[in-house]
């Protein structure tokens, strides 16, 4: 009878690690988005804001950031000229131009993590921006 029931026992103890043995291995742990947006990754906004930008200096939108999918910023009433370089400031005649009213994501494959400065290239703009991760 205790063999009956000793058998019966690692039988059942077996049976739960084989369970949790496969569960482990076909069960895939969620993959984080680190470095640019990959297909099928969720990114959920970090941070977002809301700012003036003038037309006699630089605005810094965004700090150096390591862990950022992508950025996004909406212009409003004007367009502006941006960098995304820490050695470059963007004029009113020099940057990537982003035209009045648009909103546009960049990549950070693309554009990278860095500083980001945006330049209202020929009135004060409202730029509202966010960062991905």
Do not use: W
Not at 36 to 41: E, I, K, Q, R
Request: neutral net charge; proline residues 3%.
């Amino acid at each position: 009878m205790k063999t009956k029931h000793f058998i019966g026992i690692a039988g059942g103890i077996i049976l739960v690690a084989i369970l949790m043995l496969t569960s482990a291995l076909f069960s895939k742990a969620p993959e984080i988005s680190v470095g640019s947006a990959v297909d099928g990754v969720n990114a959920v906004a970090f941070t977002t804001a809301s700012s003036s930008v003038g037309i006699y200096t630089a605005s810094t939108l965004f700090a150096s950031s390591t862990t950022c999918t992508s950025r996004v910023i909406s212009t409003n009433q004007g367009a502006i000229n941006l960098s995304f370089d820490p050695n470059f400031t963007p004029t009113a005649t020099a940057g990537y131009a982003q035209p009045a009213s648009t909103t546009v994501a960049y990549d950070s494959g693309i554009y990278g993590c860095g500083i980001t400065k945006a330049y209202a290239i020929i009135a004060t703009s409202t730029v509202t921006y966010g960062e991905f991760r």
